[in-house]
């Protein structure tokens, strides 16, 4: 009588990234439509200091009451204007906010299945230096000009603000450098949307590589 071993979980984790403003949740949104689970590193960020939560505390006993708003959530502007013209205090906020993000990412991923494509929407991957972590890093890449003006014109920052969050993040050149894809969204919305489906076939066929190569390696 055979004995039943583990799941065999081959599914191909991808890390996506770009800089502030690059259009990043519109790629990752385009992804979902095709099929990928996406992973929201943001979204987490924000659920892991929520009222109530431990995370929230830590923030807190960091940086003062002065953070949160008058209905006990976090003050996001005003943390932001904080840690974004200071590296210590950001080194500081990523210490607390990081590892719990990385737990319930991992959560999330042991939830898909086995054979899924799961993106990981990670802003900072090339700032904490997550390549490794990633079986394919994608990297939406647009001129500083456009991010500039996405964040100015369409989240409302000023101009200052916009540059000094653009400025606290790793170099357009540093991130294609860890890019196995890169995604141009320099470019109108058809465009990105052709784009992004030869990147998820792409995706799709390293997927089934690896699954292949797994089933044949489990023999």
């Known amino acids: 009588m055979s004995v039943a071993g583990p799941k065999l979980r081959l599914m191909l ?27 929201d590193a943001d979204r987490i960020a924000r659920e892991v200091v929520a009222p109530g939560t431990p995370g929230l505390a830590a923030v807190v006993e960091a940086f003062g009451e002065e953070v949160l708003a ?4 976090l003050d996001r502007p005003k943390l932001g204007s904080i840690v974004f013209a200071d590296a210590d205090r950001l080194a500081v906020l990523n210490s607390i906010v990081h590892p719990l993000v990385g737990a319930r990412s991992r959560e999330l991923e042991e939830a898909a299945a086995g054979d899924a494509v799961v993106v990981h929407d990670v802003p900072l991957l090339t700032e904490n230096g997550l390549a490794p972590l990633y079986d ?5 890449d647009a001129a500083p000009e456009t ?7 369409l989240r409302g920052m000023t101009e200052e603000d916009a ?11 540093t991130r294609r450098e860890i890019a196995d894809i890169v995604i ?3 470019v109108p919305l058809d465009e990105l949307r052709r784009r992004v489906t030869e990147v998820w076939d792409e ?17």
Request: hydrophobic content about 40%.
């Open 13 to 39: 984790k991808v890390g996506l990234t770009g800089g502030i403003g690059a259009g990043k949740s519109e790629v990752s949104r385009l992804l979902v439509e095709h099929g990928a689970v996406l992973i």
């Open 70 to 73: 008058e209905d006990g959530s």
């Open 136 to 140: 394919v890093v994608v990297v939406v």
């Open 147 to 153: 991010q500039l003006d996405r964040l100015v014109r």
């Open 163 to 173: 540059r000094a969050r653009m400025a606290a993040q790793a170099t357009r050149e």
């Open 184 to 186: 141009d969204n320099d």
């Open 203 to 219: 995706l799709v066929r390293r997927s089934q590589g690896a699954r292949s190569q797994g089933t044949q390696g489990s023999r």
